[in-house]
């Protein structure tokens, strides 16, 4: 078989698997699956032929997308409901572009993910203008802004060990998405390289350093009022089990970012919770003599918008070295937050000294200035919840409270950027289920489609179970035709959309901010029509129904949606010394 004619109908043409030969779209099937892919999102395209006509030999589950953003969505939400790597195909030029933001969303996120985009044949390559179709200067330049690494492979021998590579690149601390281009004649092209019969990919090793953990321990163990920041990076790092021991060991009250939201039990009596964003828990943070960061920057929302002025000193810990004291001068310690949380938790364990021979971490006297580390806690949040009730909120405070009220324990709910999201932030209570959003990179559309990716997850794994979605109308018309993946794959997927007729919180941020709002609303589709178009039931309901439209769907079978028109309120930001 010879090469095909870039730019010509022959191209295109599947002919190539009609043959039963093996081609370099093979290769990348077996590889994945060798790896332990089960699943993958994405879209055909003309290059990517190979890719999709080799699915068709192996035992990959594909899910069709209707847009390549929303494929990078569900990929980051499979990925993130089974902790296993999401796999994305793409076509070249338009369908690689159009994933970039929802890589963004897993990039900053830390989500692991290897993404295979095809490209144009060998000789258009390297940026001379010979008009083929979809063709771009350095496509994988295009994503370098939002994958850990991008490689171009010229040869289909070099696919397996790429693929692997990449997998380990994905899995290894810090994680993230990782991508992979293969030229249209590689994937199609007849090979000589046998079948793919086992890959082997382990994370990177990425543990702290002696001295920074024993110098860690040293600090902590005079600490008088020692608190803990979780960020992502604690559940990414599965160190869940390591900071409730260290908290429990220190007295340490314990708050969480949007990212780091489940990481620590949310009733626990040293917990925080994730009002972070109050002014109340701001002022907690600051009077700690020692504070423990884990997988966070101290970044925007983290740090009250940059009002944060800590007078202790900080352990700031991340897999990402970029990360360590970008705002603030601390102890930075770069290792993976579970192997970091483990050594301190067994450092922490044993007598250090503190100046009276034999004392210990657990043994110094916690007290802040005067109130116990749980009597603090307590107080801190009876002041959130008296500044909200003092708020004309009311109506939020229930519709919140109906959603969790509805919502099993143990249910994934992914959230798009919305103010019922930001809320979320805030006041969900994870349980035993898990909190997703797109905070990371804070891209509109996320909801919804990562929802269908994370119930397509669970599924795949032998644990079937539906998902909550939560958009605002804005944010949903990014993902609406999504509706069509849900129906075609049956995905046990419910989609709360709240409509309030525009941008919500940007129509909220300029009135406050100028007095009114400009170019914030919306005109929109009737969403249960539009759901029903699609063969989706679905139901409005006022939002003092909330709770029980989503009991009735999430005791439905396949996709469903629910829309409830009304106007959300933030609480107000405390960040402003309003």
Request: hydrophobic share 45%.
């Amino acid at each position: 078989m010879t090469e095909f004619d870039a730019g010509t109908h022959a191209a295109a043409s599947p002919a190539a698997g009609s043959t039963g030969q093996r081609n370099g779209g093979d290769l990348v099937v077996e590889t994945l699956e060798a790896l332990g892919a089960k699943t993958v999102f994405g879209i055909p395209g003309q290059h990517a032929l190979g890719l999709f006509d080799a699915m068709g030999r192996g035992n990959l589950h594909f899910v069709s997308s209707r847009v390549e953003n929303n494929s990078a969505f569900a990929a980051d939400g499979y990925a993130r409901a089974t902790g296993e790597v999401g796999v994305l195909f793409l076509s070249t030029g338009p369908g690689a572009l159009t994933s970039l933001a929802g890589l963004q969303e897993a990039y900053a996120t830390g989500v692991p993910m290897v993404v295979v985009a095809s490209q144009i044949p060998l000789d258009g390559l390297g940026a001379r203008r010979k008009g083929m179709l979809h063709q771009l200067d350095d496509q994988k330049a295009s994503a370098a802004n939002v994958t850990k690494s991008q490689r171009l492979i010229q040869h289909a021998s070099g696919i397996p060990s790429a693929i692997q590579d990449a997998w380990t690149e994905a899995i290894s601390s810090p994680q993230g998405p990782v991508w992979l281009e293969i030229p249209q004649n590689v994937l199609l092209d007849p090979i000589m390289v046998p079948p793919v019969e086992d890959a082997l990919a382990e994370a990177a090793d990425n543990p702290p350093r002696v001295e920074l953990i024993r110098e860690a321990v040293r600090w902590l163990s005079t600490a008088e009022r020692p608190a803990i920041i979780a960020g992502g990076g604690t559940r990414r790092g599965r160190a869940e089990k390591s900071l409730l021991s260290i908290a429990e060991k220190l007295r340490a009250p314990v708050i969480c970012t949007p990212g780091g939201n489940g990481a620590f039990p949310w009733n626990h009596e040293l917990s925080l919770q994730s009002w972070i964003e109050d002014r109340h828990m701001t002022d907690v943070l600051e009077d700690a003599d020692v504070l423990i960061v884990i997988g966070s920057s101290l970044g925007e929302v983290t740090s009250n918008y940059f009002t944060f002025e800590p007078r202790g000193r900080i352990i700031q810990i991340d897999a990402e070295p970029r990360v360590l004291e970008s705002n603030r001068p601390g102890l930075g310690i770069r290792a993976d937050a579970g192997q970091a949380l483990a050594a301190l938790d067994e450092a922490l364990a044993a007598p250090v000294r503190s100046g009276a021979a034999g004392s210990s971490a657990a043994e110094t006297v916690r007290s802040w200035h005067g109130v116990a580390p749980e009597t603090l806690v307590q107080e801190s949040l009876a002041k959130v919840r008296a500044r909200l009730e003092s708020q004309d909120l009311a109506k939020e405070l229930k519709f919140m409270a109906d959603i969790r009220e509805a919502v099993p324990g143990d249910m994934q709910t992914f959230w798009d950027m919305t103010i019922a999201a930001y809320w979320g932030w805030s006041c969900w209570d994870a349980r035993e289920g898990q909190f997703h959003s797109a905070q990371g990179a804070g891209g509109l559309g996320y909801g919804f489609p990562a929802a269908i990716g994370g119930a397509v997850g669970l599924e795949t794994l032998g644990r079937p179970g539906r998902v909550l979605a939560v958009s605002g109308d804005g944010s949903s018309m990014y993902s609406i035709a999504e509706l069509a993946t849900a129906k075609q794959h049956n995905v046990p997927v419910t989609w709360l959309i709240v409509d309030d007729g525009g941008y919500g919180i940007l129509r909220e941020y300029m009135v406050g901010a100028f007095g009114k709002a400009t170019a914030t609303e919306l005109a929109r589709p009737d969403f249960v029509k539009l759901a029903e178009a699609f063969g989706v039931p679905a139901t409005r309901v006022a939002p003092e129904d909330v709770g029980d439209a989503l009991k009735a769907g999430f005791a439905a079978d396949g996709p469903n949606v629910v829309v409830v028109e009304t106007l959300l309120k933030m609480f107000a930001p405390t960040h402003l010394g309003i």
